[in-house]
Nanobody
Framework: QVELVESGGGLVQPGGALRLSCTAS???????TGWYRQAAGQRELVAAI??????NYADSVKGRFTISRDNAKNTVYLQMNSLKPEDTGVYYC???????????WGQGTQVTVSS
């Protein structure tokens, strides 16, 4: 139904910035795209954006992260500024399609914030 390709992870110093990208290859209409972080154990929502443009963020990243989309490229971005060591983890893109309650996950991209 959908193939997701993530990019943009890497190693940065505290206070630095990264921009993650999630590009979807699908003929379906995307309802929601979320970014999840898995530091250990379960994945937790970091940010999400709906088809209508509604966004929400985890409290820990509010004011530092911004989720956005480029419909022409079918890509969702996560701009991460003022990175902290606790932001370290594997970031996964998750997509839900219209009329489909299934979750579709990207391969994950590692973000490491360390001095």
């Amino acid at each position: 139904q959908v193939e997701l390709v993530e990019s943009g992870g890497g190693l940065v110093q505290p206070g630095g910035a990264l921009r993650l990208s999630c590009t979807a290859s699908t003929s379906r209409i995307i309802h929601t795209t979320g970014w999840y972080r898995q530091a250990a154990g379960q994945r937790e929502l970091v940010a999400a954006i709906t088809r209508g443009g509604t966004t929400n963020y985890a409290d820990s990243v509010k004011g530092r992260f911004t989720i956005s989309r480029d419909n022409a490229k079918n890509t969702v971005y996560l701009q991460m500024n003022s990175l902290k060591p606790e932001d370290t983890g594997v970031y996964y893109c998750r997509v839900r399609l219209l009329f489909d309650s299934n979750d579709y996950w990207g391969q994950g991209t590692q973000v490491t914030v360390s001095s």
